[in-house]
Protein backbone atom coordinates (compact mmCIF):
# COMPACT_ATOMS: atom_id res chain seq x y z
CA UNK A 1 0.00 0.00 0.00
CA UNK A 2 1.44 3.41 -0.52
CA UNK A 3 1.29 6.44 2.06
CA UNK A 4 2.27 9.36 2.64
CA UNK A 5 5.81 10.31 3.74
CA UNK A 6 5.54 13.56 4.81
CA UNK A 7 3.83 17.38 4.46
CA UNK A 8 5.41 18.79 1.52
CA UNK A 9 3.30 21.82 2.05
CA UNK A 10 0.76 24.37 3.58
CA UNK A 11 -0.79 26.87 1.05
CA UNK A 12 -3.35 29.32 1.89
CA UNK A 13 -5.14 32.66 0.03
CA UNK A 14 -4.44 35.95 1.39
CA UNK A 15 -6.54 39.67 0.07
CA UNK A 16 -2.87 40.61 0.31
CA UNK A 17 -0.18 37.45 -0.49
CA UNK A 18 2.85 39.52 -0.42
CA UNK A 19 1.34 41.67 2.97
CA UNK A 20 0.45 38.36 4.51
CA UNK A 21 3.84 36.39 3.69
CA UNK A 22 6.30 39.25 5.20
CA UNK A 23 3.86 39.68 8.21
CA UNK A 24 4.44 35.62 9.58
CA UNK A 25 8.54 36.23 8.45
CA UNK A 26 8.52 39.34 10.55
CA UNK A 27 5.91 38.37 13.51
CA UNK A 28 6.80 34.02 13.98
CA UNK A 29 9.91 33.91 11.50
CA UNK A 30 8.94 32.27 8.18
CA UNK A 31 11.53 31.73 6.00
CA UNK A 32 10.05 34.00 3.43
CA UNK A 33 12.15 35.90 1.55
CA UNK A 34 12.14 39.63 0.67
CA UNK A 35 8.88 40.49 -2.35
CA UNK A 36 8.04 36.63 -2.20
CA UNK A 37 5.42 34.65 -1.30
CA UNK A 38 6.51 31.31 -0.07
CA UNK A 39 9.34 29.55 1.58
CA UNK A 40 10.95 26.55 2.35
CA UNK A 41 11.48 24.53 5.90
CA UNK A 42 13.99 22.32 6.46
CA UNK A 43 12.87 18.95 7.21
CA UNK A 44 15.17 15.79 9.36
CA UNK A 45 14.95 13.83 6.01
CA UNK A 46 18.60 14.99 3.78
CA UNK A 47 17.27 17.15 1.11
CA UNK A 48 13.77 16.98 2.57
CA UNK A 49 11.27 20.46 2.86
CA UNK A 50 8.57 21.80 3.69
CA UNK A 51 7.49 24.70 1.74
CA UNK A 52 4.91 27.56 2.94
CA UNK A 53 3.28 29.37 0.47
CA UNK A 54 0.26 32.70 0.44
CA UNK A 55 -2.01 32.24 -2.75
CA UNK A 56 -4.14 35.28 -4.44
CA UNK A 57 -7.03 35.44 -2.83
CA UNK A 58 -8.94 34.54 -6.18
CA UNK A 59 -6.56 31.46 -6.92
CA UNK A 60 -8.29 28.49 -8.80
CA UNK A 61 -5.04 26.46 -7.60
CA UNK A 62 -7.36 24.44 -4.87
CA UNK A 63 -9.66 23.59 -6.89
CA UNK A 64 -13.57 25.24 -8.15
CA UNK A 65 -14.25 24.87 -3.96
CA UNK A 66 -14.40 27.66 -1.50
CA UNK A 67 -11.44 26.20 0.53
CA UNK A 68 -9.19 29.30 1.73
CA UNK A 69 -6.20 26.12 2.03
CA UNK A 70 -4.94 23.35 0.99
CA UNK A 71 -2.47 20.70 1.64
CA UNK A 72 0.49 19.24 -0.34
CA UNK A 73 1.38 15.55 0.81
CA UNK A 74 5.05 14.01 -0.02
CA UNK A 75 4.30 10.89 -1.64
CA UNK A 76 7.35 8.22 -3.31
CA UNK A 77 5.04 6.83 -5.88
CA UNK A 78 2.72 9.13 -7.12
CA UNK A 79 1.44 7.09 -10.15
CA UNK A 80 0.90 4.49 -7.44
CA UNK A 81 -0.70 6.52 -4.98
CA UNK A 82 -2.65 8.08 -7.61
CA UNK A 83 -3.94 4.17 -8.93
CA UNK A 84 -4.68 3.47 -5.53
CA UNK A 85 -6.91 6.31 -4.86
CA UNK A 86 -8.82 5.91 -8.02
CA UNK A 87 -9.50 2.57 -7.28
CA UNK A 88 -10.47 3.19 -3.78
CA UNK A 89 -13.56 5.56 -5.17
CA UNK A 90 -11.63 9.04 -4.55
CA UNK A 91 -12.11 11.71 -7.14
CA UNK A 92 -8.62 11.94 -8.95
CA UNK A 93 -7.62 14.44 -11.32
CA UNK A 94 -6.82 12.78 -14.80
CA UNK A 95 -3.64 15.84 -15.20
CA UNK A 96 -0.23 15.13 -13.45
CA UNK A 97 2.41 18.03 -13.72
CA UNK A 98 6.32 17.62 -13.88
CA UNK A 99 8.95 20.14 -13.07
CA UNK A 100 12.55 20.62 -11.88
CA UNK A 101 11.53 20.13 -8.95
CA UNK A 102 9.24 17.33 -9.29
CA UNK A 103 5.92 15.56 -10.06
CA UNK A 104 2.47 17.08 -8.85
CA UNK A 105 -0.83 15.29 -8.65
CA UNK A 106 -4.33 15.98 -7.02
CA UNK A 107 -7.23 14.55 -5.66
CA UNK A 108 -10.10 15.53 -2.95
CA UNK A 109 -11.58 14.05 0.02
CA UNK A 110 -14.67 12.79 0.93
CA UNK A 111 -15.68 16.16 2.25
CA UNK A 112 -14.79 17.84 -0.95
CA UNK A 113 -11.07 18.95 0.58
CA UNK A 114 -8.66 19.34 -2.67
CA UNK A 115 -5.55 17.79 -1.71
CA UNK A 116 -1.97 17.48 -3.35
CA UNK A 117 0.22 14.93 -4.31
CA UNK A 118 3.90 15.64 -4.89
CA UNK A 119 6.70 13.39 -5.69
CA UNK A 120 10.03 14.97 -5.46
CA UNK A 121 12.81 14.90 -7.81
CA UNK A 122 14.86 12.64 -5.56
CA UNK A 123 12.25 10.21 -6.02
CA UNK A 124 11.85 10.21 -9.58
CA UNK A 125 13.57 7.02 -11.52
CA UNK A 126 17.10 8.45 -12.14
CA UNK A 127 17.88 10.74 -9.90
Not at 26 to 36: I, R, T
Not at 40 to 51: C, L, R, W, Y
Not at 79 to 105: H, I, P, S
Amino acid sequence: METVTGIGGVFFKARDPKALAAWYRDHLGVPVAEDQTYGAFESVGSGEHTVWSTFPQDSEYFGPASASMMVNYRVRDLDAMLAQLRARGAKVDDRVEEYEYGRFGWAVDPEGNRFELWEPPSQLPGS
